[in-house]
C-alpha cells in the first residue's frame, strides 16, 4: 500500500506505482523503484496496523494514514452505525446468549445423563428404551408380575444389572434427576443474562458484561 505526500499531508490514499506513472508521464521510471526514488515524489510505503475491533452499533473504517515519525501508518476510525442503536445492539446479543443456552441444554439432554450409575445415554432410541424399563418396572411392583433381571449398558460400554423393579425406577430416577438439573443450570444462566442492565452512558460495557457470562461452565454439576 503507498499513499502520496504532499507538504507533510495525505495527497492521495491509496496510492500506487502505476498511479504514479501515469502523474508523471515525462519521467522515465526504472522497473524497480527504490525507497529514495519513491520518496522523491512523495510517494511513501503505508505500514499495516491491526483494525479495531468495533461493537455491534459501530463500524470500522479506515481512512488517511497517520504520520508516525518517519513512516506512514495505517489508521482507522470507530464510527456509529446508522442503522443501529446501541440499545439494540445489547437486545440482539442477549438474544444470541439466550439460545445459546438453550443449545447448550437441548444437546447436552440429548447425549448423555451423569448418574450415580455413571454416565446413561440419553438420545432418542435410549430415551426410548428408559421409558419402557420405567412402565416395566411400575408394572411389576403394581401387577406382583416376576421382575427378570436385565443389564443395562452405560455410555462408557460398562453394565448396570437391574435385578429389581426398584432398581429399574432407581435408574431412570436418576437420569430424569440429572436432566433436570441442566434445565435448573439452564435457567440460572438466563436469569444471570437477563439481570445484565443496558447503561445507555456506558454501552461497551453493557455488553462487555453480557460477554463475561461463561455459558459453558457449571453444567457438569
Do not use: C
Amino acid at each position: 500500500m503507498y499513499v502520496l505526500i504532499v507538504n507533510d499531508a495525505v495527497a492521495e490514499y491509496p496510492y500506487s506505482i502505476d498511479k504514479l506513472r501515469r502523474d508523471n508521464p515525462n519521467v522515465s521510471f526504472p522497473v524497480d523503484l527504490t525507497t529514495t526514488v519513491l520518496r522523491k515524489f512523495g510517494v511513501y510505503t503505508v505500514t499495516p496496523a491491526d483494525a479495531p475491533v468495533a461493537e455491534d452499533f459501530e463500524d470500522v473504517v479506515e481512512v488517511n494514514p497517520a504520520k508516525d515519525g518517519v513512516r506512514w501508518r495505517q489508521a482507522f476510525e470507530v464510527r456509529a452505525r446508522q442503522d443501529t442503536t446501541p440499545s439494540e445492539a445489547f437486545d440482539r446479543l442477549r438474544e444470541r446468549r439466550l439460545n445459546a443456552v438453550k443449545q447448550l441444554r437441548d444437546v447436552r439432554e440429548e447425549q448423555t445423563a451423569l448418574t450415580p450409575f455413571g454416565l446413561i445415554d440419553t438420545n432418542e432410541r435410549s430415551a426410548k428404551r428408559l421409558n419402557a424399563l420405567q412402565s416395566t418396572a411400575v408394572a411389576a411392583l403394581v401387577t406382583g408380575t416376576p421382575w427378570q433381571t436385565i443389564s443395562w449398558t452405560l455410555a462408557d460400554n460398562t453394565e448396570v444389572v437391574v435385578d429389581s423393579p426398584q432398581k429399574g425406577l432407581q435408574l431412570t430416577g436418576a437420569v430424569m434427576v440429572s436432566l433436570n438439573a441442566l434445565h435448573v443450570r439452564a435457567k440460572a444462566l438466563k436469569a444471570e443474562i437477563n439481570a445484565v442492565a443496558f447503561d445507555p452512558k456506558d454501552p461497551k460495557a453493557s455488553l462487555a458484561a453480557l460477554r463475561a457470562i461463561d455459558i459453558n461452565a457449571g453444567w457438569d454439576k
